[in-house]
């Protein structure tokens, strides 16, 4: 016999009542686009789920929750549903926004980043580059703990092919800016180059340890209103 009865009316498995449709779920992969069991047994036997897998009962708001507004369940607080992070609007988030609100949820993420990686820096590094503050001690020991660029103490930026994703050094501030600023692009840093040897001024040797300031070959002279 069809679950579909007269009308909207369908019948729910699990307490064998005949509901209107709106006390179904929707749901697209059945037929008739409504859930299996109606909104209380669900709601029912997910508890009896999360409770047998050792899942602490879900919580819910003590008082109703204005249109437009959300409740955290970690800080207990009712807040505009601009105050919580955008998520992808799947089923259970309907509001297109997470379960907690931006604090709440930042501290989780420290908490998952520490227990799972030892802190925020090795998930990071993991995530990005698919390397570990091990592999990064490692690389930065071969470049004598200096900028592989420019030479500076301490540079802290992993640098890595944003075609490939390998990684290639690591660089301080100023030099892993200045390759993305040039996009990678060994064309543009040779342009670069010839661009500066033709406008900078330049010691010259004229005779042994004597050296001349000389002019740029391209370029004007600075307006004296400057």
Known sequence: MSDLLVGSDKRCPQ???????????RNRRRPDGLAYYCKTCAAA????????????????SPVPVPVGSKWCPDCGLIKPLEDFPRTRVAPGKASGRHSYCKPCHNVRGKETSQRLYG?????????????????????????????????????????????TGWVRGILCFN????????????TRLARAITYLRGTTWQRVLIHPGVYQMCSPTRGRRPSPRS
């Open 15 to 25: 307490c064998e009542r005949q509901l209107p449709a709106t006390e179904f779920h």
């Open 45 to 60: 036997r997910s508890e009896a789920s999360r409770r047998k897998r050792g899942i602490s009962s879900q919580k819910k």
């Open 119 to 163: 802190g925020t820096r090795e998930y990071h590094l993991r995530r990005r580059y698919g390397v570990g503050q091990q592999e990064f001690d490692e690389l930065l020991a071969e470049q004598d703990g200096v900028c592989a660029i420019c030479g500076g103490a301490d540079p802290q930026h992993l640098d890595h092919d944003h075609r």
């Open 175 to 186: 030099c892993n800016g200045g390759l993305g600023q040039f996009r990678d692009s060994p």
